[in-house]
């Protein structure tokens, strides 16, 4: 049963009984309806409706968008609770989301929990609220907020909804608060369909869409939305429903709302496969090594996750500067709220910092995130096993350096994973896991535990040169440069993969990030480069002429006031002079071309990757792509973009790109098993 009915006295206690987020499926929704009928004949002269388990309801079953709606409709299930004479009373503790919230906007009263929160976020699903959200939540709160709420989808805390009118009160015991609460005043309430609309402000929704036009660029919900708010405001309440479920019903089945859920869903798979049954190494004492940008950001997201901390540097100097990193970041959260001060008082005292390897003698788990050296990796990597105990795991934070050459340092290679953090480690979600060829499950499961633990997204992947993202990043950005040399200047192609949905093009980003690490990688590869693969020297050049991005206040632009980013003529004029001192005939790319050419090199090179099994799965490398490269969320991820656009016509394609350039468009063998079998790229397997 997803929903149980009980009474104490003349009051109906409802409970969404659904787990484990209480999605609002066929058989919730089915008995909510029979709920209010059971209220109605058994003279009570209140309902309170409330999740089980410590939530409300997370909104509607995203599992049932592929299939047809079946009734009864969540819209018609709310309108009976509207309709209803006994005064329905919400009673939310976690979260009340998307549907969940318009259940609550349903009924006459809202009473939240302090740690509560409630929201519309259904356009991160590629959708609109469904059902009433666009039309009650106007009529409660007004249009700004409503349209805010809405076209923006994050969610808001207790205080804040009382603050604004959503909900009525914050009390400890929501369900005692409404059991207890004034009689009279209760049936006072009047439906909020029956509030008046809000008056059409266009100033606020003018300002609304200016904000989605630089927020939400190349989305449809956050847009449809607006314009479904706007059009309700000036129609009877039941005619603003029936265009709210118009649009929510086409936008469910739109492209964007299929990548976006394939995107959430993939996340949510990213766990430790069943296959894999060895338990992990227990973890409470964590020892870093290395107290840089990555090692004191490394250190936050574990003291955040609850864990005691140790970082090992070099002396003195070096024990500081990473107490001051990891102090700086606590001290940030703690300004912007995000902890509070006992919060932060808990980091620092299970922080602390060392120069002598012995004060990590009781530590389980070590990551090393020193300079990106294989010599100082495996000094490293023999200095802990000599001082961590016999089972401890030790990872490295390595980006790109061989996790075998490092592992064959020490005595157990079987114990060494890595784990490839994203600056600010703290911050990014994505934790690529790094398995090498003498991993251990028990290693493995250990990274997954991790990954669990920080609340990131594990992504398994093997030992190649970068990895699946970097090595995708690196066929980015060569692709790049070869469209740039051979027609086309850094700010066509940042505007045309900006027009694609990236939020910055690949010379934006390199200017932010410093043309020298690219220029180290490249020096790092010289030896093993194909000296057949075609070359592209005007990344050298730019390094050889100082131009290392904002930092040097010069890169692929010029940032004369150190904010503000120009177009510079001379990076124009050199990619000029060393296509003609390579003899190249350049044409004029079109935007079309330069997207074409540079997503169809990261698509064959993410197929290799899939195909030689240094990826696990397509959905892996869609969740690498979106949460730690940047790429759309709304476009799914690569390999779902790559099955939009077909195998076939991508094999076509690159056969016709081949005869320019047979090396660098040489076709993954998984792209044309795909075009021949008729399987999608999401389903391909390793070979
Ligand atoms: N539908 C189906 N399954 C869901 C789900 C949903 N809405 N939300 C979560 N799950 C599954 C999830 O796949 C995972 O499954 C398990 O629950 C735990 O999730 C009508 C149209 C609620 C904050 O967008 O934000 O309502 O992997 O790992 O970290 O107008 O889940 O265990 O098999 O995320 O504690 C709008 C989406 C829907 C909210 C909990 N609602 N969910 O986070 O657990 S559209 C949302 C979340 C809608 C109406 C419209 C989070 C959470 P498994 P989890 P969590």
């Not at 939240?112 to 009529?139: C, H, N, W, Y």
């Not at 049936?187 to 609304?208: C, H, K, M, N, Q």
């Not at 503000?564 to 935007?591: N, Q, S, W």
Request: one cysteine or more.
């Amino acid at each position: 049963m997803s929903v149980t009915t009980r009474r104490e006295e003349n009051v109906g206690y409802v409970t969404i009984d659904n787990s484990p987020v209480n999605a609002i499926g066929l058989s919730v929704r089915s008995g909510l309806l029979e709920a209010v009928a059971w209220a109605e004949k058994s003279n009570l002269e209140r309902v309170i409706v409330s999740g089980k388990g410590g939530m409300f309801a997370a909104g509607a079953d995203a599992k049932e968008f592929d299939s047809e709606p079946v009734e009864p409709h969540l819209p018609d299930v709310l309108n009976a609770i509207d309709d209803s004479f006994i005064p329905w009373i919400a009673a939310i503790e976690g979260v009340a989301l998307g549907g969940g919230a318009e259940i609550a906007l349903a009924c006459r009263m809202r009473i939240m929990a302090p740690g509560a929160s409630i929201g519309f976020p259904e356009v991160t699903l590629g959708v609109i609220p469904g059902a009433g959200g666009t039309q009650r939540l106007p009529r409660l709160v007004g249009l700004a907020n409503a349209l805010d709420m809405i076209t923006f989808g994050k969610p808001m805390r207790a205080q804040l909804a009382r603050d604004i009118g959503l909900v009525h009160a914050v009390e400890d015991d929501p369900s005692y608060a409404a059991f207890m609460f004034n009689s009279e005043e209760l049936g006072s309430f009047v439906p909020v369909r029956d509030l008046p609309e809000p008056v059409i402000d266009t100033a606020v929704i003018d300002a609304a869409r200016e904000r989605l036009a630089n927020k939400s660029r190349g989305q449809i919900a956050p847009f449809r939305a607006l314009e479904v708010i706007e059009a309700g405001m000036e129609l009877p309440f039941l005619e603003g429903l029936t265009i709210e479920r118009r649009a929510f019903l086409e936008l469910r089945s739109s492209e964007q709302a299929k990548s976006l859920r394939h995107i959430f869903f993939a996340e949510r798979a990213a766990k430790a496969p069943a296959s894999l049954t060895a338990d992990p190494v227990a973890f409470d004492h964590v020892a870093i090594v290395g107290g840089g940008m990555m090692g004191s950001g490394i250190a936050y997201a574990l003291l955040h996750a609850g864990l005691r901390v140790t970082i090992v540097e070099n002396g003195d100097e070096g024990v500081e500067r990473a107490c001051t990193n990891v102090d700086t970041i606590i001290a940030a959260s703690l300004q912007r709220g995000l902890i509070d001060e006992a919060g932060a008082n808990s980091r620092r005292e299970r922080f602390s910092a060392t120069s002598d390897y012995s004060d990590v003698a009781d530590a389980t788990l070590a990551i090393e995130a020193a300079y990106e050296s294989i010599d100082v990796k495996r000094t490293v990597f023999r200095a802990l096993e000599y001082a961590l105990p016999a089972n401890a795991i030790l990872a490295s934070n390595t980006s790109y350096l061989d996790l075998n050459e490092i592992a064959n340092a020490v005595s157990k290679p079987s114990q060494v994973i890595g784990l490839h953090f994203f600056a600010p480690a703290h911050i990014m979600k994505l934790l690529e896991i790094v398995v090498g060829e003498h991993t251990s499950d028990a290693a493995l499961a250990t990274g997954f535990a991790l990954g669990k633990r920080l609340r990131k997204i594990p992504v398994a992947v093997g030992v190649c040169d970068g990895f699946v993202g970097n090595r995708i990043l690196a066929r980015y950005r060569e692709a790049a440069d070869t469209v740039l040399m051979d027609g086309s200047t850094p700010w066509d192609i940042d505007e045309a993969m900006v027009e694609f949905g990236y939020a910055m093009g690949p010379y934006c980003a390199q200017d932010l990030s410093g043309l020298d690490i690219a220029h180290a990688n490249r020096r790092r590869q010289d030896a093993t480069r194909d000296p057949a693969r075609r070359y592209i020297p005007i990344a050298d050049r730019m390094v050889e002429l100082g131009k290392l991005g904002r930092k040097t206040g010069a890169g692929w632009y010029r940032y004369p006031d150190g904010s503000g980013r120009v177009d510079d003529p001379i990076v124009a004029d050199l990619a000029l002079e060393e296509a003609h001192f390579a003899g190249i005939k350049r044409v004029d790319y079109t935007d079309d071309e330069i997207r074409e050419r540079i997503l169809l090199a990261m698509i064959n090179e993410a197929a290799d990757l899939l195909h030689e099994g240094i990826a696990r799965r397509a959905s892996d490398i869609d969740l690498v792509v979106v949460c730690g490269y940047g790429f759309p969320r709304w476009r799914g991820g690569l390999m779902h973009y790559a099955d939009t656009i077909g195998a076939k016509s991508i094999v076509a394609k690159i056969e016709s790109l081949s005869v320019e350039d047979p090396i660098a468009w040489k076709i993954s063998p998984l792209l044309q098993q795909c075009a021949s079998s008729g399987i999608l790229i999401s389903d391909a397997k390793p070979a």
